[in-house]
């Protein structure tokens, strides 16, 4: 089974900050990189997703992926408080079959 | 936006029971998941499958069997409830299998006593 590690498990962050999300992963033939949010008693929803290395920005949400180092993070600029959720990274491979493993998720909570 | 409704909401059963929980899509997505999620684990695969008739094992599958009888609809089914399977269970689907984005259900919540 693919190995997907987030960190950290959670974090409190003022209103107006950065925030920073990690995760690892353990397949270097991953292809697929998502985050999902999902904000309590909701479904996960996603957010974003990157193919290739480099960085990806949508307004003040930010994806960079590294594949030589087998990592992908998520950065949240000017954190608001409807920005609270748990947050889910994911992956997957290109081969048939290679479905989207889950990381356990990192709790933000944005304080006003 | 894609839509996906489970049923029921919340469900109470107790040991040894048989429960199916139900999910069916209206955009015509090829494929189908069920996740279950539970603190300290995550989103954990337990079946999916890429059209009607199809079934394809996941991380988790045991104890739970599952079928898609129609593109829309996908099924998974508790013969013999255990506690250890009291969890909040999702039902989603996508176009693609890893480029493309899932779209989840609501969820529905077991309790097995």
């Known amino acids: 089974q693919q190995n997907v590690q987030q960190s950290p498990e959670s974090l409190i962050v003022p209103e107006g900050a950065r925030t920073s999300l990690n995760c690892t992963f353990s397949?270097?033939?991953?292809?697929y990189f998502w985050w999902y949010r999902q904000h309590s008693g909701k479904a996960p929803k996603a957010l974003m997703?990157?193919?290739?290395?480099g960085e990806k920005e949508e307004g003040r949400f930010t994806i960079h992926l590294n594949k030589a180092s087998l990592h992908f993070s998520l950065h949240i600029r000017d954190s608001q408080p409807s920005d609270s959720a748990l947050y889910l990274c994911?992956?997957?491979?290109?081969?048939?079959?290679?479905?989207?493993?889950f990381g356990i998720g990192t709790r933000v909570l944005v304080r006003p | 936006e894609a839509a996906v409704t489970q049923s029921p909401r919340n469900k109470v059963t107790v040991t040894g029971g048989n429960v199916t929980l139900s999910c069916r899509q209206t955009?015509?997505?090829?494929?189908m998941y069920w996740y279950r999620q539970d603190t300290g684990h995550g989103l954990r695969l337990i079946h999916y499958s890429y059209g009607a008739g199809n079934l394809q094992i996941g991380d988790v599958p045991d104890g739970y069997k599952a079928t898609r009888t129609t593109q829309e609809d996908f099924f998974l089914l508790l013969e013999l409830a255990s506690p250890s399977q009291t969890s909040l269970y999702f039902c989603a689907s996508s176009d693609g299998i890893s480029n493309e984005r899932l779209f989840f259900g609501h969820g529905t919540k077991l309790s097995v006593l």
């Open positions: 997703s990157i193919f290739s290395n």
């Open positions: 994911t992956r997957a491979g290109n081969s048939a079959g290679n479905k989207l493993t």
């Open positions: 955009n015509s997505h090829n494929y």
């Open positions: 397949d270097s033939a991953s292809q």
